[in-house]
């Protein structure tokens, strides 16, 4: 087959994250199968306009954030109109609309997760009030193009979609970039609580903090790790308080860390906390679980799909930062049913890996393929 991959962001973007390493990693194995790729995306810093990543994989870049989108329609009847078999659409909040105008190509829309609750997290009013009554808009609008197939990587999001009218969504299993432990060695008197990941508005990571407030004023043998990129003005905002709390000196902030730090800290950490407003899936939850470690989270679109309540992990009422330290006081009180959450959080997290995550992905892309034929 020949595919043209539309992804405002490739994998050296600066601003890429877990969807473009899914992504990419797919892109990988599709080419290394003899299919030949043509992703078109934006431009960044000194990179080139046309570029031979790898052997059946080229990238084609133009534009900026906003201006990839026409600038994609253009490059695709340059580069893909009469040569593409296969069209993946991926949508990160705004889609590039190929179901619209490739009209000789199976078009697939590859879209994580919607934004909605996120506008008023992410963007200063009234953007955030524009961006989240546009959004169910552009979805309905959407849902009149020509994509034979939608995919998207947890049941969660494949709700959120449906509400929009759109249609024929399946869920892929996404892949984590860390290799589970080999085995699992015991934690002993395990006292570490995680929270890791960047400090924005969407992650809520002052709501981990207040949670580990709790827990430790009932155990002050609790140490918090909170480790992410600092330098929004919200993580500022995160560190004054971390500073006036009276658990402060049971509180380290590390800041951004390096992948092996992370996995250390997942290796070493009792549970790690995820506070975000939504996920399409939770990958630092599977991350963790493969390191041993299980999750507690709130009730929210992604990370209940991540989380097997009551199996791998613990999952809590929204916004409840309350009941999150109650949650962890009570598994770290029970070493029998922590043991059990651990196991079967580690090999649930064996399922998601990418070559699981292809497997998956083209099942659709054949599916979709053979809509005609049935």
């Known amino acids: 087959m020949n595919i043209v991959w539309l992804s405002w962001k490739d994998r050296g973007h600066p601003l890429a994250g877990?969807?473009?390493?899914?992504?990419?990693?797919i892109m990988d194995r599709l080419a290394a199968d003899g299919h030949s790729v043509r992703l078109i995306t934006a431009q960044h810093g000194q990179t080139a306009s046309h570029e031979?990543?790898?052997p059946n994989l080229e990238i084609y870049r133009a534009g900026n954030r906003y201006t990839v989108y026409p600038k994609a329609r253009q490059l695709f009847k340059q580069v893909g109109d009469?040569?593409?078999?296969?069209?993946i659409d991926e949508m990160n909040t705004i889609p590039f609309g190929a179901g619209f105008y490739a009209t000789k190509t199976v078009n697939i829309l590859l879209a994580y997760q919607l934004a909605r609750e996120v506008w008023f997290h992410q963007m200063v009013f009234p953007l955030s009030v524009v961006g989240y009554l546009l959004e169910p808009l552009m979805l309905r609008i959407l849902a009149q193009g020509n994509y034979r197939r939608i995919a998207t990587e947890s049941n969660s999001s494949k709700l959120d979609m449906e509400r929009y009218g759109l249609k024929n969504?399946?869920?892929?299993?996404?892949?984590?970039p860390t290799t589970p432990l080999t085995e699992l060695p015991a934690k002993n008197a395990p006292t570490v609580v995680l929270s890791l990941g960047a400090l924005r508005p969407m992650k809520r990571t002052l709501d981990a903090v207040k949670a580990f407030e709790v827990a430790h004023s009932s155990n002050p043998q609790l140490q918090l790790i909170v480790a992410g990129d600092t330098s929004s003005s919200y993580a500022q905002k995160v560190i004054a308080y971390v500073h006036a709390s009276p658990h402060s000196n049971s509180i380290?902030?590390?800041?951004?860390?390096?992948?092996?730090?992370?996995?250390?800290?997942?290796q070493k950490?009792?549970?790690?906390?995820?506070?975000s407003i939504k996920e399409g899936w939770g990958l630092i939850v599977t991350e963790a679980n493969s390191q041993g470690t299980p999750a507690i989270v709130y009730d929210v679109d992604g990370l209940r799909d991540s989380v097997a309540a009551d199996k791998t992990g613990i999952v809590v009422p929204n916004n409840d930062y309350a009941a999150m330290g109650n949650a962890i006081s009570t598994l770290l009180a029970n070493p029998a049913r922590y043991a059990d959450y651990r196991q079967q959080a580690w090999e649930m997290s064996k399922e998601y890996n990418f070559d699981n995550s292809y497997r998956d992905f083209m099942?659709?892309?054949?599916?979709?393929?053979d809509y005609d034929k049935k």
């Open 82 to 87: 009469d040569w593409a078999d296969v069209v």
């Open 18 to 25: 877990g969807a473009e390493k899914v992504s990419g990693e």
């Open 169 to 176: 969504i399946q869920t892929f299993r996404v892949g984590i």
């Open 252 to 266: 380290t902030v590390l800041g951004r860390v390096s992948n092996e730090e992370r996995e250390q800290l997942m």
């Open 52 to 54: 031979q990543f790898a």
């Open 363 to 369: 099942k659709i892309v054949n599916e979709a393929n």
């Open 269 to 275: 950490a009792a549970v790690i906390l995820v506070t």
